[in-house]
């Protein structure tokens, strides 16, 4: 399942199937990206970061894809399981300037 | 090592009360954020602190918040008096370092669940 932008907040998708959710970052300057995991009642959790230096980086099931000339973020989750089930925040940031967050995907893992 | 920990969990109060939320981050952290998300919408940056300083409070949405970091640990962030608009969860962050070259993440809290009535 895949999700384009902030048009579509909500994504499920059948267990042990990829999920793709995107999002698009608003500053040019923005030069490090973090993707935020966030299960009712808790914070937002890290998953996965990446510097603006790098267009892809892999972690345990998870892969971010960064396109800086469109300003495009995509979180790739291998295997989706019910655990995933979440909202997924991006955030970008600058030098020494705050996160910004984007509206945040929810996901829904069919089992 | 602990988290960062936010207190309390949940606050509801009546519109024109006080509420006073607190955030300890993790031990070592000098930045510190504020965060609010009002329901279905982005989280939204209120204010960063670097050690006791304000770096940025650029995203206070008005006077009627203010917040402190005495002494360089733990923060407070009060509202006074409340209004309805003011419910949402209030998540509060702390980092190592604010230079994104070193690619610090943030660590969040569990939030405070604010509902103004």
């Known amino acids: 399942g895949e999700n384009v932008g902030l048009h579509l907040p909500t994504l499920s998708v059948q267990e042990g199937d990829n999920s793709i959710i995107n999002c698009a970052y608003s500053?040019?300057?923005?030069?490090?990206f973090i993707w935020y995991k966030q299960e009712s009642g808790k914070g937002p959790q890290f998953i996965i970061d990446?510097?603006?230096?790098?267009d892809k980086r892999q972690g345990q099931r998870v892969t971010v894809l960064l396109n800086k000339t469109v300003k495009h973020l995509s979180l790739q989750i291998a295997a989706t399981q019910p655990g995933d089930s979440a909202v997924y925040f991006c955030?970008?940031?600058?030098?020494?300037?705050?996160?910004?967050f984007g509206t945040g995907t929810s996901l829904t893992v069919i089992p | 090592e602990a988290g960062v920990t936010q207190f309390p969990s949940h606050s509801v109060i009546e519109k024109g009360q006080t509420v006073t939320l607190r955030c300890d981050p993790i031990?070592?952290?000098?930045?510190l954020y504020w965060y609010r998300r009002v329901m279905g919408k982005e989280i939204k940056f209120l204010l960063h602190?670097?050690?006791?300083?304000?770096?940025?409070e650029s995203g206070m949405p008005n006077n009627r918040f203010l917040a402190e970091r005495t002494g360089g640990t733990y923060s407070t962030l009060k509202v006074q008096p409340a209004e309805l608009e003011d419910s949402g969860v209030y998540f509060c962050?702390?980092?190592?370092?604010?230079?994104?070259?070193?690619?610090?993440?943030?660590?969040f809290g569990q939030g405070t669940r604010l509902t103004v009535v």
């Open positions: 990446i510097r603006s230096n790098m």
């Open positions: 955030a970008e940031t600058w030098i020494g300037n705050q996160f910004y």
């Open positions: 962050a702390s980092s190592q370092d604010s230079r994104s070259d070193l690619g610090t993440e943030a660590f």
């Open positions: 500053n040019s300057a923005s030069d490090y």
């Open positions: 602190f670097v050690k006791e300083s304000k770096q940025d």
């Open positions: 031990s070592g952290h000098d930045n």
